[in-house]
């Protein structure tokens, strides 16, 4: 069982910066994809970015002003969001996949509230 346990949303204005957290614990489990996701009310929830063997991507809406991170060691994924707009309100979620005891897994975190007004 890997869980996975996230930090840093709130309340910000147009045009602030937000850094997100997610941290992942259990026992036995290697990480190979971290990513962000985001559901905004009434709407599906949509990828924001995705690390993989090193490899990123990021959501055509938020290219330039969100970056991803990990630290593998921590094993901890970081979105660092930048110059944010009323759109990017939604709740956040992490999702790591990964190999545990031999299997695939893949888990979610609980979901962070990030909210853009003035």
């Known amino acids: 069982q890997v869980q996975l346990v996230e930090s840093g949303g709130g309340l910000v204005q147009p045009g602030g910066s937000l850094r997100l957290s997610c941290a992942a614990s259990?026992?036995?489990?290697?990480?190979?994809?971290m990513g962000w996701y985001r559901q905004a009310p009434g709407k599906q929830r949509e990828l924001v970015a995705i690390?993989?063997?090193?490899?990123?991507n990021y959501a055509d809406s938020v290219k330039g002003r969100f970056t991803i991170s990990r630290d593998n060691a921590k094993k901890t994924v970081y979105l660092q969001m930048n110059s944010l707009k009323p759109e990017d309100t939604a709740v956040y979620y992490c999702?790591?996949?990964?190999?545990?005891?031999?299997?695939?897994?893949?888990?979610w975190g609980q979901g962070t509230q990030v909210t853009v007004s003035s």
């Open positions: 259990g026992s036995a489990f290697s990480i190979n994809v």
């Open positions: 690390n993989s063997g090193g490899i990123t």
């Open positions: 999702n790591v996949a990964g190999v545990v005891v031999g299997s695939l897994f893949a888990s």
